[in-house]
């Protein structure tokens, strides 16, 4: 099946700054690759998206990128503020039969 | 528009009890329901998916099951609960039967002791 790791498990930054995660996957069917949110106590909430036809989409101070030939997709915001701290987790779906699968999560803290 | 509803939101119970979670999802129709389990920094692990009344699928063989009495109503239970059944469980629901744009509830963290 599907295996997807997620880099790095923590990240801090400071508020301005920019956060990239990076995520692998496996299965080179894989075509849809989406970006959640958690915020403490929440459920996950879908902040971003991409599928295998675009390389990179962008919603605001939220991009992501997509790299197929390398099967390794990453989530960027710019201009972090506090209130981006939170658990985020990538996904990599698409492919015949199979739901999506999640990466371990990464807890970004953004200092004032 | 649509909202999807999970509790209790916390749950403490004693090891060999047995557990019923519900989820109920409104606004929309004939959607696919999912339950995830979330371990402690870790990530989200399917555990049954339903694309309609009465069909379940299992994806992790374990202590638990689920049914869907209703279209919008999706249950998990079992019956004699393990310490390793400790978790947070979330319900979710799409539109998409493979479960692409989830929109998840709010959770329910379980403790057995």
């Known amino acids: 099946g599907e295996n997807v790791e997620q880099h790095p498990s923590t990240l801090s930054v400071q508020e301005g700054d920019s956060a990239v995660i990076k995520c692998t996957y496996s299965?080179?069917?894989?075509?849809?690759f989406p970006w959640y949110k958690q915020e403490l106590g929440k459920g996950p909430q879908l902040i971003i998206d991409?599928?295998?036809?675009?390389g990179e989409k962008k919603d605001q101070r939220i991009a992501v990128t997509l790299n197929k030939t390398a099967k390794h997709f990453s989530l960027h915001i710019t201009e972090t503020q506090p209130e981006d701290s939170a658990v985020y987790f990538c996904?990599?779906?698409?492919?015949?039969?199979?739901?999506?699968?999640f990466g371990e999560g990464t807890q970004l803290t953004v200092n004032p | 528009s649509q909202t999807i509803h999970q509790w209790p939101a916390t749950l403490v119970q004693p090891v060999g009890s047995p557990l019923s979670l519900e989820c109920t999802v409104e606004?929309?129709?004939?959607?696919?329901l999912y339950w995830y389990r979330q371990a402690a920094g870790r990530g989200l692990q399917l555990l049954f998916y339903?694309?309609?009344?009465?069909?379940i699928s299992s994806e992790v063989p374990q202590n638990l099951s689920a049914s869907r009495p209703q279209d919008r109503q999706f249950i998990l239970s079992s019956k004699k609960l393990l310490l390793s059944d400790s978790g947070f469980y979330l319900c979710?629901?799409?539109?998409?039967?493979?479960?692409?744009?989830?929109?998840f509830g709010s959770g329910t963290q379980l403790s057995v002791l």
């Open positions: 996904a990599s779906g698409g492919s015949s039969g199979s739901r999506l699968t």
């Open positions: 299965d080179s069917a894989s075509n849809y």
């Open positions: 991409i599928r295998s036809n675009v």
């Open positions: 606004g929309t129709s004939n959607p696919n």
């Open positions: 339903s694309v309609g009344i009465g069909q």
């Open positions: 979710a629901w799409s539109l998409d039967p493979k479960g692409e744009k989830l929109f």
